[in-house]
């Protein structure tokens, strides 16, 4: 009932900035959280950052706070991930995520749908 499509993913050099989006459609309720996932090679998929619609409360994984920022769009439909002072460990696969549940989880068990994710590489 709801597809997710991620954009923006590119190759950058360390310390640089970038800017991924989900446009999100379909059937979203609303009161729903957005968020974002990422997953390096032979790594385990890391929590990184999720917004809520009802309050616009969010929360951020701890290697991200400070860098990263998640916003939306006027219609709400779709999210951005606003990527600062990359590093070469933030090389991953990003995707993002939609749930129905109250609360900022940081579990892609809190999650009900998923994009396809897109390749952000920072070179050192």
């Known amino acids: 009932q709801v597809t997710l499509v991620e954009s923006g993913g590119r190759l950058v050099r360390a310390g640089d900035s970038l800017r991924l989006s989900c446009a999100a459609s379909g059937r979203i309720f609303r009161s729903y959280v957005r968020a974002w996932f990422r997953q390096a090679p032979g790594k385990e998929r890391e929590f990184v950052a999720a917004?809520?619609?009802?309050?616009?409360?969010?929360g951020y994984g701890d290697s991200v706070k400070g860098r990263f920022t998640i916003s939306r769009d006027n219609a709400n439909n779709t999210v951005y991930l606003q990527m600062n002072s990359l590093k070469p460990e933030d090389t991953a696969v990003y995707y993002c995520?939609?749930?129905?549940?109250?609360?900022?989880?940081?579990?892609?068990?809190?999650?009900?749908?998923w994009g396809q994710g897109t390749q952000v590489t920072v070179s050192s």
């Open positions: 917004l809520r619609r009802s309050d616009g409360g969010t």
């Open positions: 995520a939609v749930g129905h549940a109250s609360s900022l989880s940081r579990s892609s068990r809190g999650y009900d749908y």
